[in-house]
T-cell receptor
């Protein structure tokens, strides 16, 4: 069945270091969305990628969608303590969203 | 900013009992969703709902589960004959359209604890 894998599971960084999480799907996706979930909170939409090879930036966050539309990445430059949380990708395939397992980011001040 | 609201925030129920989780989606949204998140794990899709009927459901959403829009504002998830493994956070979400082109707005969730 459809699977969306996400790595790494955990990432601990020093404030100011960069961070990247990777998302891989077993099948081609229609689009991919990224969400952030703070501890004890609910997923909050960050961005959506639709086109093959698409790159989008939000301040220190850079999102990429692979050429084959089967993988995606989120890169954070110069992490801050406010970046702490779990980052989920969610791939759309046949009108269902399949969430990745998430990458839990911890930022040490 | 409008938001999705869920009640109750925490529900404790004896195994075998039925529970109803309630959600009020954002008012101009047309698509509604239920997700489940077992503690420390990923968010799992349960069901999507549009125009008063289920549009998609996952393998998890079996005969134990049902959804309903009893009036113009509420969207409910009923779990019959609850089991220990139903313990999880249940999130409701809504979006303006269901094409996947719109962000889903999540509620704060209902933590369901089955004893």
């Amino acid at each position: 069945g459809q699977q969306v894998m996400q790595i790494p599971q955990y990432q601990h960084v020093q404030e100011g270091e960069d961070f990247t999480t990777y998302c891989n799907s077993s099948t081609t996706l229609s689009n991919i969305q990224w969400y952030k979930q703070r501890p004890g909170g609910h997923p909050v939409f960050l961005i959506q990628l639709v086109k093959s090879g698409e790159v989008k930036k939000q301040k220190r966050l850079t999102f990429q969608f692979g050429e084959a539309k089967k993988n995606s990445s989120l890169h954070i430059t110069a992490t801050q303590t406010t970046d702490v949380g779990t980052y989920f990708c969610a791939g759309l395939n046949f009108n269902k969203f399949y969430f990745g397992s998430g990458t839990k980011l911890n930022v040490k001040p | 900013e409008p938001e999705v609201t869920q009640t109750p925030s925490h529900q404790v129920t004896q195994m075998g009992q039925e529970v109803i989780l309630r959600c009020v989606p954002i008012s101009n949204h047309l698509y509604f969703y239920w997700y489940r998140q077992i503690l420390g794990q990923k968010v799992e899709f349960l069901v999507s709902f549009y125009n008063n009927e289920i549009s998609e459901k996952s393998e998890i959403f079996d005969d134990q589960f049902s959804v309903e829009r009893p009036d113009g504002s509420n969207f409910t998830l009923k779990i019959r004959s609850t089991k220990l493994e139903d313990s999880a956070m249940y999130f409701c979400a809504s979006s303006r359209t269901g094409s996947g082109s719109q962000p889903q707005h999540f509620g704060d969730g209902t933590r369901l604890s089955i004893l």
